[in-house]
């Protein structure tokens, strides 16, 4: 069955990089779609980053375009998220999420739509 596992998270200073890795298990980065998303308390989980594993397709939330970027190493058959420029309103919990049998090229993915999850990795940016 499909696993997931993130690293990479911890604290920084405003204006500091962290780089998030989720590692998969049983799903192919071939053909597929791989997300990040996060939450911080009293807010909802929304969508930091997607990536269409089969083809360099990625997307990024607003708030964050130009500062992270996402990608994969097939080898290793793992995920990345670079974080630079960090903020404190990025503080949050980060999960990494990938979407059964599709992959992500014709639009953004809501969180309903991804299928296997992580269970998260903190990131915490003071100032």
């Known amino acids: 069955q499909v696993q997931l596992v993130e690293s990479g998270g911890g604290s920084v200073q405003a204006g500091g990089s962290l780089r998030l890795s989720c590692a998969a298990s049983?799903?192919?980065?071939?053909?597929?779609?791989v997300g990040w998303f996060r939450q911080a308390p009293g807010k909802e989980r929304e969508g930091v980053a997607q990536?269409?594993?089969?083809?360099?397709?990625?997307y990024y939330t607003d708030s964050v375009k130009d500062r992270f970027t996402i990608s994969q190493d097939n080898v290793k058959n793992t995920v990345y998220l670079q974080m630079n420029s960090l903020k404190p309103e990025d503080t949050a919990m980060y999960y990494c999420?990938?979407?059964?049998?599709?992959?992500?090229?014709?639009?953004?993915?809501?969180?309903?739509?991804?299928?296997?999850w992580g269970q998260g990795t903190q990131v915490t940016v003071s100032s």
């Open positions: 990536l269409n594993t089969g083809g360099t397709y990625t």
């Open positions: 999420a990938a979407r059964a049998n599709r992959g992500c090229r014709g639009s953004w993915i809501e969180v309903i739509d991804f299928h296997y």
């Open positions: 049983e799903y192919s980065l071939k053909s597929g779609c």
